[in-house]
């Protein structure tokens, strides 16, 4: 999952002609696939804007809260994760117990 949200964050950069330095599209990419499924979005947004990082001074143009509140945006669009989450899977004993009961 990690590897789709990092090319689907790197093509959108090309796209818009941003230069990333130091692959802040993979730190995204983690931070959305280990945290987005059980915080809010604003709750989210403060992680993201935790992530060190070169690009906005790279990209002076770009104004961080803005671009990453769209970035956001896109990717829950894309990949939102529903409660079924892989990070929330039910042990093997416990679906057999909900299954019987």
Known sequence: ?????????????????????????????RLYDRERYDKSTDAFLSHMKKIRTAFYKRNRDTRRDAFERKILSFLDKKFKKKDSSSHLRRSPQ???LRANG
Request: proline content about 3%; charged content about 20%.
């Open 94 to 96: 416990e679906l057999r």
């Open 1 to 29: 999952m990690i590897f789709s949200i990092q090319t689907y964050l790197q093509d959108y950069f090309h796209r818009r002609g941003l230069i990333d330095p130091d692959q802040y599209a993979l730190s995204l990419a």
